[in-house]
T-cell receptor, first 115, second 114 residues
Framework: AQTVTQSQPEMSVQEAETVTLSCTYD???????LFWYKQPPSRQMILVIR??????QNATENRFSVNFQKAAKSFSLKISDSQLGDAAMYFC????????????FGTGTRLAVRP | DGGITQSPKYLFRKEGQNVTLSCEQN?????MYWYRQDPGQGLRLIYY???????QKGDIAEGYSVSREKKESFPLTVTSAQKNPTAFYLC?????????????FGPGTRLTVT
């Protein structure tokens, strides 16, 4: 069974600074997708970024980028130039091709942004 | 506007009553999902459906039931057999035919059972 681990329950960053959220996963397959979702106080889950396991290049979306280390099964999220609106819960998730579209989520990291 | 709607946002029920949570999507997505979120935990999959009139149990299906009579709708019934029904419930949908298949979420329903 696949598992996703987020070892940082809470993180804090100064506005305009950079922060990195950690995620490790365990899967026996070679074909899978990794995601970061953001859940603000409204509790709406918002897709932040996606990484295909077969791609070596790290995904980027504006101020958000990932550091995908396939051998280490690590998938960290870097937020650059942090803004007050980035304050939220962040969830890492993994989808294995063999399990259809089922997502396995980590327990989340709560990010606070200090003005 | 295209999207996923869940209603109501807050729902209150007495213990022993069944309750049905609504989920509708107009994104023309094939697959739909129900997740449960508890404090300090990630999302856990209850049921999912990849096609009309077919659905599969997720990791925590006991005490829940679903139906998928229409592509746009995937209601979840929380039965009296569910021991701890108070939670935040999220519905999601995704396209099946493409490779990326990321899931898009509705705004959620907070269910409180007393």
């Amino acid at each position: 069974a696949q598992t996703v681990t987020q070892s940082q329950p809470e993180m804090s960053v100064q506005e305009a600074e950079t922060v990195t959220l950690s995620c490790t996963y365990d899967t026996s397959e070679s074909d899978y997708y990794l995601f970061w979702y953001k859940q603000p106080p409204s509790r709406q889950m918002i897709l932040v970024i996606r990484q295909e396991a077969y791609k070596q290049q790290n995904a980027t979306e504006n101020r958000f980028s990932v550091n995908f280390q396939k051998a280490a099964k690590s998938f960290s999220l870097k937020i650059s130039d942090s803004q007050l609106g980035d304050a939220a819960m962040y969830f890492c998730a993994c989808r294995q091709k063999s399990s259809g579209d089922k997502l396995t989520f980590g327990t989340g990291t709560r990010l606070a942004v200090r003005p | 506007d295209g999207g996923i709607t869940q209603s109501p946002k807050y729902l209150f029920r007495k213990e022993g009553q069944n309750v049905t949570l609504s989920c509708e999507q107009n994104l023309n997505h094939d697959a739909m999902y129900w997740y449960r979120q508890d404090p300090g935990q990630g999302l856990r999959l209850i049921y999912y459906s990849q096609i009309v009139n077919d659905f599969q149990k997720g990791d925590i299906a006991e005490g829940y039931s679903v139906s998928r009579e229409k592509k746009e709708s995937f209601p979840l019934t929380v039965t009296s057999a569910q021991k701890n029904p108070t939670a935040f419930y999220l519905c999601a949908s995704s396209i099946v035919r493409t490779g990326k298949r990321e899931q898009y979420f509705g705004p959620g329903t907070r269910l409180t059972v007393t």
